[in-house]
């Protein structure tokens, strides 16, 4: 079962434009995190935030966490082409830190 | 420094066949991870080990076996291939668990059963 759902499933944008991808998920979290994969590649970990934070940067990422709404959202500014990729948000579930669980990903496109 | 190794990397089986897929890391990590992906869905956890010597079951763990002799090794079996067992495995490990820290990935072996 898929414990977080990406929105949209699909994102095009111009270069220089910014890029917002959300994340739901159904049961209460440890930590969130967000990943990247690039086509034909393995994923790479872009930035963990945990369930009392509300807000985290990282160069230029932005990631929001809502736990009364349980969403989460991945903001990219100013976005360049080889920011295209796949972003996947996962989750650990409270009282559980052994693994994560994946949802199925926000394929995002950014023309030149 | 070259973190996860999957080998291999690409693998066609015939239906009925074995196969066994290593992953080796060498971050000293105690978790590793065996997920599947499959297009358009997310990555789903066949096995996982959190420690040397230990293993168990993920959320699709059905025709699938692992061993975990070594620290740094993470195998996965697959007994008699199915057509269904198409699909790009991913390993990862981590440092003591995701309460903390991330997964780092492999490179992803890409299995076809015919």
């Known amino acids: 079962s898929q414990q977080g759902e990406e929105d949209p499933q699909a994102l095009s944008i111009q270069e220089g434009e910014n890029a917002t991808m959300n994340c739901s998920y159904k049961?209460?979290?440890?930590?969130l995190q967000w990943y990247r994969q690039n086509s034909g590649r393995g994923l790479v970990h872009l930035i963990l935030i945990r369930s009392n934070e509300r807000e985290k940067h990282s160069g230029r990422l932005r990631v929001t966490l809502d736990t009364s709404k349980k969403s989460s959202s991945l903001l990219i500014t100013a976005s360049r082409a080889a920011d295209t990729a796949s972003y996947f948000c996962?989750?650990?579930?409270?009282?559980?830190?052994?693994?994560?669980?994946f949802g199925s990903g926000t394929q995002l496109t950014v023309l030149p | 420094n070259a973190g996860v190794t999957q080998t291999p990397k690409f693998r066609v089986l015939k239906t009925g066949q074995s196969m066994t897929l290593l992953c080796a890391q060498d971050m000293n990590h105690e978790y590793m991870y065996w997920y599947r992906q499959d297009p358009g869905m997310g990555l789903r956890l066949i096995h996982y080990s959190v420690g040397e010597g230990t293993t168990a079951k993920g959320e699709v763990p059905d025709g699938y076996n692992v061993s975990r002799l070594k620290k740094q090794n993470f195998l996965l079996g697959l007994e008699s291939a199915a057509p269904s067992q198409t699909s790009v495995y991913f390993c990862a490990s981590s440092y003591k668990g995701i309460v903390n820290y991330g997964y780092t990935f492999g490179s992803g072996t890409r299995l076809t059963v015919v």
């Open positions: 049961t209460s979290i440890n930590n």
């Open positions: 996962a989750t650990a579930a409270e009282g559980s830190a052994r693994q994560l669980t």
